[in-house]
C-alpha cells in the first residue's frame, strides 16, 4: 500500500506545474480581456465609440484608430516633420470603407510610430509590425504608454500650478 501512496502522490506532483501552467495562461488570458476592455473604453471616451473592446487589437492594426487618437491630444505640427502630409490611408482612414492591406497598414503605422516619438512617448520594444500582427499583449503596452503620456501631458500644467 506505501508504493501505491507514493506513486499517487508523485503522478499528483507531475501533474501540478501543468496545471499551475495552464491556470497562469488563463489567467493571463482574462487579464489580457479586461485590460482591453479598460483601455476601449479610455479611447472611446476619446474616439466617440470607435472601437469595440472584443476587436481591439485588430482595430488598431490599421493605424487609423491610433492615428485619430493622436490628433486628439497633439498639435498637428507635432505629428509630422515639416512640410509632410499623413500618409493617404491616415487621412482618408475615418471615410474608408475596405480594410487597408498590410503595406498600407504598415505605413500608417511607421507614421504613427513616428510620431510618438516626435512626441516622446516611450514605446520601446514595440513596432509597427506587432500592431499589424495584433499581438494583444504589445498592443496593450503601446496603449498604456500612449495613456501614461497623454495623462503626464495633461495634468502636467494643473501640477504646475498647485506648486506655485
Not at 42 to 60: D, P
Not at 104 to 109: G, K, R
Not at 148 to 153: F, L, M, P, S, Y
Request: proline share 5%; glycine share 8%; charged share 25%.
Amino acid at each position: 500500500m506505501e508504493p501505491a501512496a507514493g506513486a499517487e502522490r508523485k503522478r499528483a506532483d507531475d501533474a501540478s506545474p501543468k496545471m499551475s501552467n495552464r491556470r497562469q495562461s488563463v489567467a493571463s488570458q482574462l487579464q489580457s480581456e479586461r485590460d482591453c476592455r479598460r483601455w476601449a473604453g479610455w479611447m472611446n471616451g476619446r474616439l466617440e465609440g470607435a472601437i469595440a473592446a472584443a476587436e481591439f487589437a485588430a482595430r488598431l492594426r490599421s493605424g487609423v484608430v491610433l492615428w485619430m487618437l493622436l490628433e486628439t491630444f497633439a498639435d498637428p505640427k507635432e505629428l509630422l516633420p515639416a512640410g509632410r502630409q499623413a500618409p493617404r490611408g491616415l487621412r482618408e482612414g475615418r471615410r474608408r470603407h475596405r480594410e487597408p492591406s498590410r503595406i498600407e497598414a504598415v505605413d500608417n503605422l511607421n507614421c504613427v510610430f513616428g510620431a510618438l516619438a516626435r512626441l516622446g512617448v516611450n514605446h520601446t520594444g514595440i513596432g509597427p509590425l506587432d500592431v499589424a500582427d495584433a499581438k494583444t499583449e504589445l498592443v496593450l503596452g503601446l496603449v498604456w504608454s500612449i495613456v501614461a503620456h497623454v495623462v503626464a501631458r495633461e495634468r502636467g500644467p494643473v501640477l504646475l500650478w498647485a506648486r506655485a
